[in-house]
């Protein structure tokens, strides 16, 4: 259990900053109230990087994350601003690059369905009164996004073409099956595995390798889905799932889909580790850079990702608890952010006013 703990802060484009913001006013709760050594030092990373420096992850920034004990991000990208997407991608030189150099091959995200607003779900009410509570374990740095990829011209066809591959090694499969089924194991002691095994090579190994691990947890349940039909049970049955794993790709769709269905991805925290528990905590959704400096952000997976981190790299369960607890008591109070609001509330509050309120119920929580 950590008390003390360094932390490299990457605000990033768009509403990073902004969000960012507000888990700064979480830490300072943590170190005051709760007594912990919390210390954070910025870096740049994306578009801001970019003016700083003409590279979207500066050495500075790598040697800042070297140096610390988990990074906590905002976001990257504003396609507003000129950037050549057919020759560099953005986030596989930043976020992508991170995920590899530190090998944080376990991205968890919790998407939770907060019973007060259950007005934001695009669901039926008869599917949301029997709950959402899913965690959805993604492979992170195999895969697709991992694989050889290029865009090439055809000269005895004359035609331009590109290509990508998808490329999964039983180790990696084996080790992000194993943390599933322990998170599992201390769950409901069930598992979906996503894969397209009736077209895919790479899924008929995953799926191999996954009813193998499953060996060695009998007590957990394991069910295996298409993809295609795994996407519409989530949203027809979504109370029937509680682990669900993926590969990169099929990971990156679903737990979006799950963010969907809790109301929206600014609710949704996410945690990539490794083996050493060493993380990166990010929120879910994008940099949103058509509300940035607007103050209506919604800072909650933000908030709930500087959870996950006190959880898996400080291992201060019950702290990381209260702060979950913090931001329940402020739905159930009825603050919402312009993303969350439904009909029956005429008002909501500012990315700064959830932040201020979140923190406020912390200082008092016993």
Request: hydrophobic share 35%.
């Amino acid at each position: 259990m950590l008390k003390k703990c360094k932390i490299a802060v990457l605000p990033g484009d768009g509403i990073g900053p902004e969000v960012m913001n507000q888990a700064y006013k979480i830490i300072d709760v943590l170190n005051k109230k709760y007594f912990l050594k919390i210390s954070c030092k910025e870096f740049l990373v994306g578009h801001s990087a970019l003016k700083e420096y003409n590279t979207v992850m500066p050495l500075s920034t790598i040697y800042g994350c070297e140096e610390s004990n988990a990074i906590l991000f905002g976001s990257i990208g504003d396609y507003s601003l000129k950037y050549d997407y057919r020759k560099n991608s953005l986030e596989k030189e930043s976020l992508l690059f991170i995920r590899k150099k530190f090998n944080l091959f376990c991205n968890i995200r919790h998407a939770k369905l907060y019973s007060s607003i259950k007005d934001s779900s695009p669901l039926k009410k008869n599917i949301l009164d029997k709950g959402i509570d899913i965690v959805c374990i993604r492979e992170l740095t195999g895969g697709i996004y991992f694989g050889n990829s290029k865009i090439k011209y055809d000269k005895n066809m004359n035609i331009e073409y590109a290509f990508d591959t998808e490329r999964y090694n039983k180790q990696e499969v084996y080790r992000i099956a194993d943390i599933a089924f322990k998170i599992a194991k201390k769950r409901r002691k069930h598992i979906t595995s996503i894969d397209k095994s009736n077209v895919l090579k790479s899924s008929i190994l995953w799926r191999e390798v996954v009813k193998n691990v499953s060996h060695n947890y009998p007590e957990v349940k394991l069910n295996n889905l298409y993809v295609d039909n795994a996407v519409m049970q989530i949203i027809k049955n979504p109370s029937s799932f509680d682990v669900i794993l993926c590969s990169n790709i099929f990971g990156d769709i679903i737990s979006d889909e799950c963010a969907a269905i809790i109301g929206s991805i600014g609710m949704l925290p996410s945690a990539s580790i490794n083996e050493n528990k060493f993380g990166l905590y990010e929120p879910s959704g994008g940099s949103a850079p058509d509300i940035k400096n607007l103050n209506i952000a919604n800072p909650i997976a933000q908030i709930l990702s500087l959870s996950m981190l006190l959880k898996y790299t400080m291992n201060q369960i019950e702290i990381s608890k209260k702060i979950d607890d913090s931001v329940n008591e402020a739905l159930k109070l009825g603050y919402r952010t312009k993303d969350i609001i439904s009909s029956s509330h005429e008002n909501y509050v500012s990315t700064e006013k959830m932040g201020d309120i979140i923190s406020e119920i912390l200082i008092e929580k016993k």
